[in-house]
Nanobody, 125 residues
Framework: QLRLVDSGGGLVQPGGSLRLSCTAS????????IGWFRQAPGKEREAVLCISSAGRITNYADSVKDRFTISRDIPKNATYLQMNSLKPEDTAVYYC??????????????????WGQGTQVIVSS
């Protein structure tokens, strides 16, 4: 059974860092694109970063440029979202998701087939 589990969220002060983890089971991790999305209260879910099956990284959110990075550990079947210089506007529930129908990343949530349960990030002093 395919499953994604998000973890690593929490409360952090502005300027701080967090690393989110997404652990997969039930499929070969590096064959499919893995994306990170976030959804703030009252807002639509938005794509943040994605890593394709070939390891190509796409940044969909200008607001996280030079602050967030995505990586993966294939032997561990895990993807990570390293978030630095966090700002209050980064507060959201963060989700990882996998595209099973394509080898390429997408900015659209409806292109992703399976989702983690989400992990809450709160940036506040």
């Amino acid at each position: 059974q395919l499953r994604l589990v998000d973890s690593g969220g929490g409360l952090v002060q502005p300027g701080g860092s967090l690393r989110l983890s997404c652990t997969a089971s039930g499929f070969t991790f590096d064959r499919y694109p893995i994306g990170w999305f976030r959804q703030a209260p009252g807002k639509e879910r938005e794509a943040v970063l994605c890593i394709s099956s070939a390891g190509r990284i796409t940044n969909y959110a200008d607001s996280v440029k030079d602050r967030f990075t995505i990586s993966r550990d294939i032997p561990k079947n895990a993807t990570y979202l390293q978030m630095n210089s966090l700002k209050p506007e980064d507060t959201a529930v963060y989700y990882c998701a996998v595209v099973r129908r394509s080898l390429d990343c997408s900015a659209y949530a409806h292109d992703y087939d399976y989702w983690g349960q989400g992990t809450q990030v709160i940036v506040s002093s």
